[in-house]
C-alpha cells in the first residue's frame, strides 16, 4: 500500500516542507517507488507510492484537477464502470482509464460532501479543498487502509503509518494510559478509535473527518444497510444476482498484474479462486498461490489436504509455509519486525517472511 501524510495549519503559520519530506522518508521501506510532497501556505500533503499494476492508472500524488481541491490517497475505487457512468451523467468529462485517485476528485466535484456516498472500495485519503479552506479525509468502509490523526489547537496532522506521524514535534509520545491497560489485559482496545499514544486516535471504518475554522467534526458516512429487502420473481435469481455481484468483486480486485491468492480448503478462498482462474484463463493474467500449514505440528489437521486438492483441480502453482519451521516470537527484536503499536502476535516473523514470498511472486 502506498502511505500518505501532511500538516494543516489554520493558523497562518507555513508547513514546513522538510517535515513533509521526513514523514515520506519514514515510509520508504513499504512505499520505495517514488515520493512527493505539496504545500501551500499552512497546507501540505506528502505520498509515498507502492507501485501496483495497472501502472498506467497510477498518478503523480498529491494531485489536483484545478489546483483548488488537492488529494493524497490510498486508494483502489472499486465499481469504476458505474462510477464513471454516475459522474458523467452529472456532467463531469471522465476518461475510461482515469486514475482511481483522480476519480474521487470528480467525485467531490460531482457531488458535493456526499461523494463518499458513491466510492466503494479501499482507501484512506486526505482532500483539502482552497475555496472552503476545508479538509476532509476518509477511511473505506471495512477499514482496509489505516489513516491516524492528531489535532493541537489549529493544528491537525494525519498520516497513515504512526511513525510517520509521530516525527512532528507537536504530536507527543505520551501513552495513553488507558490503552496501554486494554492492551495488557485484553490484548485490545476496547475503544478503537484509540492508540497506544495519548495525541494519536484512530479514524475509524466507514468514517469521515472534516477540519475547517478550528473545528473538528468525524461522522459516520456509511452503515451496513439493514432495512431494505431484494425481491425477485425466481429462486434462481438470487444465486444468479449474487454469482453476478461475487465475480464482479474479484475481478475488481485482480488488476491486470501477476497475482497471489491466499488459499485454504473452505469454501471462501475456494470461490475466489474459481473466480480469479476462470478470469485470468481469459487474460492471461499469472496467479500463484500461497498458503499456511500446520500438520506438522497438528497431524490430524486436514486443511493442507483440501487446499492441496483446490490448487490441484485450479491447476495453481502452491506454495505451502509450515508454521513448524518457526519458534514463537522469533527474531521479535529485530529492526524489520518492529512495529509502531504494541501486538500480541508470537508469529510476526513467519508473517513477515510469508507476505516477503508473496511480494516475491
Given at each position: ?240 444476482r449474487f454469482q453476478e455481484l461475487f465475480e464482479q468483486a474479484v475481478i475488481d480486485r485482480m488488476g491486470e498484474g501477476p497475482l497471489a491468492l491466499e488459499l485454504s480448503g473452505g469454501m471462501d478462498c475456494t470461490s475466489i479462486a474459481a473466480v480469479a482462474v476462470s478470469q485470468a484463463a481469459m487474460t492471461g493474467q499469472q496467479l500463484k498461490a500461497f498458503t499456511m500449514t500446520c500438520d506438522g505440528l497438528f497431524p490430524e489437521d ?60
Amino acid at each position: 500500500m502506498s502511505c500518505i501524510a501532511g500538516i494543516v495549519r489554520l493558523d497562518g503559520v507555513p508547513v514546513d516542507k522538510a517535515l513533509l519530506e521526513q514523514m515520506n522518508h519514514v515510509t520508504k521501506s513499504r512505499a520505495p517507488d517514488a515520493s512527493h510532497v505539496w504545500s501551500a501556505g499552512g497546507v501540505g500533503f506528502g505520498h509515498a507510492m507502492l507501485l501496483i499494476p495497472p501502472v498506467s492508472r497510477d498518478r503523480h500524488q498529491p494531485c489536483t484537477l484545478d489546483n483548488q481541491v488537492w488529494i493524497t490517497a490510498d486508494a483502489r475505487v472499486d465499481g469504476r464502470a458505474e462510477l464513471i457512468q454516475a459522474l458523467r451523467s452529472a456532467g463531469r468529462s471522465v476518461p475510461a482509464d482515469a486514475p482511481d485517485v483522480e476519480l474521487i476528485l470528480h467525485a467531490y466535484a460531482a457531488f458535493g460532501e456526499a461523494f463518499l456516498d458513491h466510492l466503494i472500495g479501499d482507501f484512506a485519503f486526505a482532500l483539502w479543498d482552497a475555496r472552503s479552506q476545508k479538509l476532509i479525509c476518509a477511511r473505506d468502509q471495512f477499514g482496509v487502509r489505516p489513516f491516524y490523526f492528531a489535532r493541537t489547537d489549529s493544528m491537525l496532522v494525519f498520516a497513515s503509518d504512526i511513525d510517520a506521524l509521530r516525527m512532528s514535534p507537536a504530536v507527543s509520545g505520551a501513552l495513553d494510559e488507558t490503552a496501554v491497560g486494554d492492551f495488557l489485559l485484553f490484548g485490545v482496545y476496547l475503544d478503537p478509535s484509540r492508540t497506544i499514544y495519548q495525541d494519536i486516535m484512530c479514524l475509524q471504518p466507514a468514517s469521515s473527518l472534516c477540519f475547517a475554522r478550528e473545528s473538528l467534526r468525524i461522522q459516520r458516512y456509511w452503515n451496513i444497510p439493514t432495512n431494505t429487502e431484494v425481491r425477485y420473481k425466481n429462486k434462481a435469481d438470487y444465486v444468479d444476482r449474487f454469482q453476478e455481484l461475487f465475480e464482479q468483486a474479484v475481478i475488481d480486485r485482480m488488476g491486470e498484474g501477476p497475482l497471489a491468492l491466499e488459499l485454504s480448503g473452505g469454501m471462501d478462498c475456494t470461490s475466489i479462486a474459481a473466480v480469479a482462474v476462470s478470469q485470468a484463463a481469459m487474460t492471461g493474467q499469472q496467479l500463484k498461490a500461497f498458503t499456511m500449514t500446520c500438520d506438522g505440528l497438528f497431524p490430524e489437521d486436514d486443511e493442507p489436504y483440501y487446499t492441496k486438492m483446490v490448487a490441484s483441480h485450479l491447476s495453481l502453482s502452491l506454495f505451502c509455509d509450515p508454521i513448524e519451521n518457526y519458534a514463537l516470537f522469533e527474531r521479535y527484536d529485530s529492526p524489520e519486525l518492529v512495529t509502531a503499536q504494541p501486538t500480541s502476535n508470537p508469529s510476526l516473523a513467519q508473517h513477515y517472511d510469508y507476505f516477503s514470498r508473496i511480494g516475491q511472486g
